[in-house]
C-alpha cells in the first residue's frame, strides 16, 4: 500500500464542479489501495481577489494581517474537497496548516517551514481518512498565521511528502507536465517525461511557475520523489528525477520568462570598496531576494550599480535604499518594471559551447535589445524589455528546435 501526497492548484479546484472532479481523482486512487493526503490551493482568481481587497482597505496592509487574510482562500477549500469526498462516501479531515501542524519561522508572505508533525495525519490515514491539508500557510512558534509565498502549495505538498515519507508527491495541476517553454507562450512547447532536478531548479527559479522553487529545492534535499501532472486528464506527466539519464541529454530543456522581476539602479555611486555591501546588504537584511548584479566600470570615480529584486519587492528596496544612498553620497536610487528574464536552462550546457552566442545572435535578429546578463553552470539569463518578452521566448525556441525531440 502507497502513501501518496496529492496537490491540486487554483485552476484544478475552480468551481464546485472541479472541487467534485478532484474528489473522484482521489477516490481513484484510496479505491486502487492508495493512502492519500491532499493539499489544495485556493480556488482560481480568489488570493488575488484578497489581496484585493487589502488594498482596498489599506495602502500599506500589515504583513501579518495579510497572512491572516490570504490563508482563508485554501480553508474554503479544504472544507469543499472533504465534503464533496464524504458524498462519494470517503471519509476525509480537513486541517488547516496551524492544525497539522506546520511550523514555519515567522517572516510573514514568505515564511520558510521549519517541522511537520505528522502524528495526527497518520492517525487518521490508519482510520481510513483522506486527510485535506491547507496548502500555503503555517503557523509560527507565538501562532501566528503564516503564508509561504506564491505557489506556495506545491511547498506545503513536498514538506509533507518528506515529513511522511511518502512514495510520491503527484503536483495536479492545468498543464499535463513540464513544458520546454510554458505551453500557454509556445504552442509547439513540448511535454517532458523527465527533467533533473537540477534543471527543475533553475527553470524554477527563472520564472517557470508549474513548481514554486522552494517545492523543488524541498524535493532534491529530502529525496521526494516528485512528478506533475493534470488534474483534467490522465497521462504519465513529468517526472522531476535525480538520475541525468543514460539517454542521450538533450542541450537545452526548457525556456523561461519572468515577468514579476524589478530593476533597481543605484546611479552615481562613488566607486571605492564596500559599495556592493552596503547596497546588497541594506535589502538582503529585511529578507529581500537579489538576482541580477551588474556593478559598471566607473568613470569620474563614480559608477552604477543594478540588481534586479522580485517585483513585489520593489517599494520596500526603494524605502530601504534610500537612507544608504544619502549615506553613500551617491546621486539617487531608481526602480524600473519594465523588464523581463529570460533564461535558457540545460545541462547540456556544461559540454558545449556556443549556447550563448546562438541565444544573442537570435535576440539581435528580432532586435531585441539586451539589458543585462548572467550566467550559471547550466543557465543563460537575460533581461529585455517586458514588451518582447513573449516573441523572444517564441525566438529562442525555435533556435534551439526545442519543439524536436532532440536538439
Ligand atoms: P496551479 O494553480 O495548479 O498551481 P500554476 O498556474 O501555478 O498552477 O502553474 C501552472 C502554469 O505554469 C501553467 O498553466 C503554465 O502556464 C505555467 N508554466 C510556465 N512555464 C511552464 C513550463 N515550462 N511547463 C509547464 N507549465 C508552465
Ligand atoms: N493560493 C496561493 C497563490 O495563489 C498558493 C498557491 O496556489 O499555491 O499563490
Ligand atoms: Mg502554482
Known amino acids: 500500500m502507497s502513501l501518496i501526497v496529492e496537490k491540486y492548484g487554483g485552476t484544478s479546484v475552480g468551481s464546485p464542479e472541479r472541487i467534485q472532479a478532484v474528489a473522484k481523482n482521489i477516490a481513484e486512487s484510496v479505491a486502487g489501495g492508495d493512502r492519500v493526503v491532499v493539499v489544495v490551493s485556493a480556488m482560481s482568481g480568489e488570493t488575488n481577489r484578497l489581496l484585493g481587497l487589502a488594498d482596498s482597505v489599506s495602502a500599506k496592509p500589515s504583513a501579518r494581517e495579510l497572512d491572516v487574510l490570504v490563508s482563508t482562500g485554501e480553508q474554503v477549500t479544504i472544507a469543499l ?15 488547516t496548516g496551524g ?38 500557510q503555517g503557523v509560527d512558534n507565538e501562532n501566528n498565521i503564516t503564508t509561504l509565498g506564491r505557489g506556495g502549495s506545491d511547498t506545503t505538498a513536498v514538506a509533507l511528502a518528506a515529513a511522511l515519507e511518502a512514495d510520491e508527491c503527484r503536483i495536479y495541476t492545468d498543464v499535463d507536465g513540464v513544458y520546454t517553454a510554458d505551453p500557454r507562450v509556445v504552442p509547439e512547447a513540448r511535454r517532458l517525461d523527465r527533467i533533473t532536478f537540477e534543471e527543475m531548479l533553475e527553470l524554477s527559479g527563472a520564472g517557470a511557475k508549474v513548481l514554486q522553487l522552494r517545492s523543488v529545492e524541498f524535493a532534491g534535499k529530502y ?59 541594506a535589502v538582503s537584511e529585511a529578507h529581500i531576494n537579489v538576482d541580477m548584479i551588474v556593478q559598471n566600470i566607473g568613470s569620474d570615480g563614480l ?60 535576440l539581435a535578429e528580432k532586435s531585441i535589445n539586451i539589458q543585462m546578463i548572467s550566467t550559471s553552470e547550466i543557465k543563460i539569463s537575460v533581461t529585455i524589455d517586458k514588451e518582447y518578452a513573449e516573441l523572444a521566448v517564441r525566438t529562442l525556441h525555435k533556435a534551439f528546435r526545442l519543439e524536436h525531440l532532440t536538439n
Do not use: C, W
Open 223 to 281: 529525496n521526494v520523489p516528485l512528478r506533475v501532472l493534470s488534474s483534467f486528464e490522465t497521462g504519465p506527466g513529468t517526472l522531476i528525477t535525480y538520475e541525468e539519464s543514460s539517454m542521450e541529454q538533450p542541450l537545452i530543456s526548457g525556456i523561461t520568462a519572468n515577468m514579476d522581476e524589478a530593476k533597481i539602479t543605484v546611479r552615481g555611486v562613488p566607486d571605492m570598496p564596500g559599495i556592493a555591501y552596503n547596497i546588497i546588504g
Open 303 to 362: 559608477t552604477d550599480f543594478t540588481f534586479t529584486v522580485a517585483g513585489v519587492d520593489l517599494d520596500k528596496s526603494v524605502e530601504l535604499l534610500t537612507p544608504v544612498v544619502s549615506n553613500l553620497k551617491a546621486q539617487t536610487v531608481i526602480g524600473d518594471t519594465n523588464l523581463a528574464k529570460i533564461s535558457v536552462v540545460g545541462i547540456g550546457m556544461r559540454s558545449h559551447a556556443g549556447v550563448a552566442t546562438t541565444m544573442f545572435q537570435a
Open 99 to 136: 492544525q497539522v501542524k506546520i511550523l514555519t519561522d515567522n517572516v510573514h508572505s514568505k515564511a520558510r517551514i521549519i517541522h511537520i508533525d505528522s502524528k495526527k495525519m497518520m492517525e487518521d490515514l490508519d482510520n481510513n481518512q483522506v486527510v485535506v491539508v491547507a496548502g500555503f
Open 81 to 95: 474537497l472533504s465534503m464533496a469526498l464524504h458524498s462519494l462516501g470517503l471519509g476525509a479531515r480537513s486541517y
